[in-house]
């Protein structure tokens, strides 16, 4: 069964930086569509980055610009690169595939805060 292990969360203050990886354990990643999810306190799970397995890219409106998802299939790793953090990012961040969902990972707590 393939595992997804989140990481590179931090404190980080409003417009920073940070490079989150999600390492998945398994040689059939590269079959797979990514997405990074985030979840604030009290909100649902949103989908923030998506990749195809082609390497086409998609973002919510709100990190729009600011946030750059990228994959490499050799790592069986999936990146978020987030640029000019705003408070309003604050939240555990996840990757998963497409749905059918894989269990999702302890993902990575993203904190930004002065």
């Known amino acids: 069964q393939v595992q997804l292990v989140e990481s590179g969360g931090d404190l980080v203050q409003p417009g920073g930086s940070l490079r989150l990886s999600c390492a998945a354990s398994?040689?059939?990643?590269?079959?797979?569509?990514m997405g990074w999810y985030r979840q604030a306190p009290g909100k649902q799970r949103e989908l923030v980055a998506h990749?195809?397995?082609?390497?086409?890219?998609n973002y919510a409106d709100s990190v729009e610009g600011r946030f750059t998802i990228s994959r490499s299939n050799a790592k069986n790793t999936v990146y978020l690169q987030m640029n000019s953090l705003k408070p309003e990012d604050t939240a555990v961040y996840y990757c998963?595939?497409?749905?059918?969902?894989?269990?999702w990972g302890q993902g990575t707590q993203v904190t930004v805060s002065s």
């Open positions: 998963n595939k497409d749905r059918p969902f894989l269990s």
């Open positions: 398994g040689s059939i990643f590269r079959l797979y569509h």
């Open positions: 990749i195809t397995t082609g390497g086409s890219t």
